[in-house]
């Protein structure tokens, strides 16, 4: 069964950091390119960073350049997402995504995604 799991997310503080981890079961991550989305209420799913099979990574949300990091560890089959200096205006529902293709900011190319993990960024 293929499948993708976000762990990392929680509550913290203006200025913290977290690292989420999407980690995948039931394929070879190493083969795929792996995209990192956020959703908040009311709001558009927003590309954040992505990272082809070749490591090579691209920003799409210009507001975490600078702040955000993306790396993969294939031995782990799993992606990161480091996040630092985190503002509230980052708070969201954070997804990682899987596609043969290569990559893009526009959901519908992903074809598997995590569940989800919050993260909130509140004083």
């Known amino acids: 069964q293929v499948q993708l799991v976000e762990s990392g997310g929680g509550l913290v503080q203006p200025g913290g950091s977290l690292r989420l981890s999407c980690a995948a079961s039931?394929?070879?991550?190493?083969?795929?390119?792996i995209g990192w989305f956020r959703q908040s209420p009311g709001k558009e799913r927003e590309g954040v960073l992505c990272?082809?099979?070749?490591?090579?990574?691209?920003y799409y949300a210009d507001s975490v350049k600078g702040r955000f990091t993306i790396s993969r560890d294939n031995a782990k089959n799993t992606v990161y997402l480091q996040m630092n200096s985190l503002k509230p205006e980052d708070t969201a529902g954070y997804y990682c995504?899987?596609?043969?293709?290569?990559?893009?900011?526009?959901?519908?190319?992903?074809?598997?995604w995590g569940q989800g993990t919050q993260v909130t960024v509140s004083s």
């Open positions: 995504a899987a596609t043969p293709r290569p990559c893009g900011s526009s959901w519908y190319r992903y074809n598997y």
């Open positions: 039931g394929f070879t991550l190493e083969y795929y390119t």
């Open positions: 990272i082809t099979s070749s490591h090579v990574s691209t």
